[in-house]
């Protein structure tokens, strides 16, 4: 059975960090790009930053550059989005996301960006 499950989310207030992770089971980790997603509410879901599969590449939403940093530790099947100087347009569902052969989605963790 796949799972991804995204944890690490929270209240934190504007100028504040935080680092998601995404843990991940039954695909072959290393042969999928991962992806964070997030979606506002009464907004669409939007990419923020994706990671390739060995980690080299990595690319990130303008609304992410500098400010977010995407990783992945291949032989423990995680990855995780480093989230810095979060501003309240930020607050969103956060979601992790598998891609290659198969797309996989996680359940999100809420990140709430208020003072």
């Known amino acids: 059975e796949v799972q991804l499950q995204a944890s690490g989310g929270g209240l934190v207030q504007p100028g504040g960090s935080l680092t998601l992770s995404c843990a991940t089971s039954g695909f072959i980790f290393d042969d999928y790009a991962i992806a964070w997603f997030r979606q506002a509410p009464g907004k669409e879901r939007e990419g923020v930053a994706c990671?390739?599969?060995?980690?080299?590449?990595?690319y990130y939403a303008d609304t992410a550059k500098g400010r977010f940093t995407v990783s992945r530790n291949n032989p423990k099947n995680t990855a995780a989005l480093q989230m810095d100087s979060l501003q309240p347009e930020d607050t969103a569902v956060y979601y992790c996301?598998?891609?290659?052969?198969?797309?996989?989605w996680g359940q999100g963790t809420l990140v709430t960006v208020s003072s």
């Open positions: 990671v390739g599969s060995s980690g080299e590449r990595k």
């Open positions: 996301n598998a891609k290659s052969g198969g797309n996989y």
